[in-house]
């Protein structure tokens, strides 16, 4: 799927929130500036999110908890070790839809049944492609 701008983004968060469901983890991959975070925030606004979203880069996990089911949203960049994942609380609520970027720092398999997206520039530099993998829990809910 081609994502030629940010209407584009908020179009494919407000079709993937509605789809959405409590414990259902979503893991965003791609390189740095290619709209990760961006998704996150149209995939917020969707779910009722009305304030800012912020990168969680240093925070490392951001808790979106006023929404139902609560969102946690990370951004394990800057994990050193997959075992640092132990620390960061993404498991203390088997509700919260977890909103992944960086999945990989994380080690491989951790996020297994993750709906799976990858973002990638295309060869002009402005639209991004987005494509993803789709495990059993979501057969059915993605596309």
């Not at 940010?6 to 959405?20: N, P, R, T, Y």
């Not at 500036?33 to 490392?60: N, Y």
């Not at 990370?74 to 994990?79: E, F, K, N, S, V």
Request: net charge negative; aromatic share 6%; glycine share 10%.
């Amino acid at each position: 799927m081609i994502l030629k701008d940010e209407q584009d983004a908020a179009a494919v968060g407000a079709k993937l929130a509605a789809k959405l469901k409590g414990g259902d983890i979503v893991t965003l991959e791609g390189p740095l500036g290619v709209g990760k975070t961006t998704l996150v925030r149209a995939i917020l606004q969707a779910l009722g999110h009305d304030g800012e979203v912020p990168s969680p880069s240093f925070a490392l996990v951001q808790p979106y908890d006023r929404l139902n089911p609560p969102v946690l949203h990370a951004d394990l960049y800057r994990l050193e070790d997959p075992n640092e994942l132990l620390e960061i609380g993404l498991d203390e609520d088997p509700r919260a839809i977890q909103l992944i970027e960086w999945p990989d720092r994380a080690g491989e398999g951790v996020f297994a049944r993750a709906l799976a997206l990858r973002l990638a520039f295309e060869p002009d530099g402005e639209t991004r492609r987005l494509t993803w993998s789709v495990p059993l829990s979501w057969e059915g809910r993605w596309p």
